[in-house]
């Protein structure tokens, strides 16, 4: 692969001879350039300044994080399965370390996205794994490096194996996706990016369309999403940073902090 740069704010990759003189991710809307204007690292330096850490959150389900934190503050949770293991979103780095870790788990049979703030350096995941990137046509347009390996899939929902399945609930980004895992918990469990915001107090969800900017979404939108998490299963939930995880209660929570929109 050709030289890149990665934001600082938000952990985009872009190819070093073609990047944009500012982050078209942070440009937008939902994102933000910092005061001090645009920054970029060489993923040279990200792996000398950083390392990744894999946390294990429960048997089937690990943790991978930045450390020290770095770009949003973004993690991967990487899914073990029986017919294959799905990452689910990227960070940002990868090393030799995290590469054995997850080939000694059996590889990866996917990649899959929650929305764009997540696809950072991903076709290079893609390449050392061999295997398909999964994002919702919806969100074609916020794609930087369109690699070989990355299949757009459309529709509400789409099936993966082991009883796991994609589903596009959109409000933070047309395209805005979870997954959810059947095997995970009782219910089912729901992996997510920041569409479904988990508050510090771990008593209230909030659906916004940008969090970091404090930008609503309208009610009718809230309203369809909430339909939408009605048809869904699950008992338990992991969200976009270490602090968004949640297995009592999830349902009833969530249930609350809707009555609370409309």
Partial sequence: MKNTLIC??????????SHPETCTICLDERQWVPPAGQSW???????????VKLNRLQDRLYEVEINPMFAIGQRALLVLSEKGNVLWDCI?????????????????KAIAFSHPHFYSNMNEWAEIFDCPVYIHK????????RGEYIQLWSGDETDLWDGMKLICIGGHF???????????SKEGTIV???TLFLSPSKKHFSIVYSSPNRIPLPLAEIRRIKKRLDSVPFDSFYGYIKNQNLRKDVKEILET????YV
């Fill in 174 to 184: 047309a395209g805005s996706s979870i997954l959810h895992v059947p095997f995970l």
């Fill in 8 to 17: 600082n704010t938000c952990g985009t990759t872009y190819f070093e001879d």
């Fill in 41 to 51: 690292i060489k993923s040279e330096e990200l792996h000398h300044k950083h390392s």
């Fill in 257 to 260: 902090s809707m009555a609370k």
């Fill in 92 to 108: 940002p780095l990868l090393d030799e370390m995290t590469i054995e870790f997850i080939k000694s788990k059996g590889g990866l």
């Fill in 138 to 145: 919806n969100d074609e347009e916020h794609i930087m490096i």
């Fill in 192 to 194: 997510c990016g920041d």
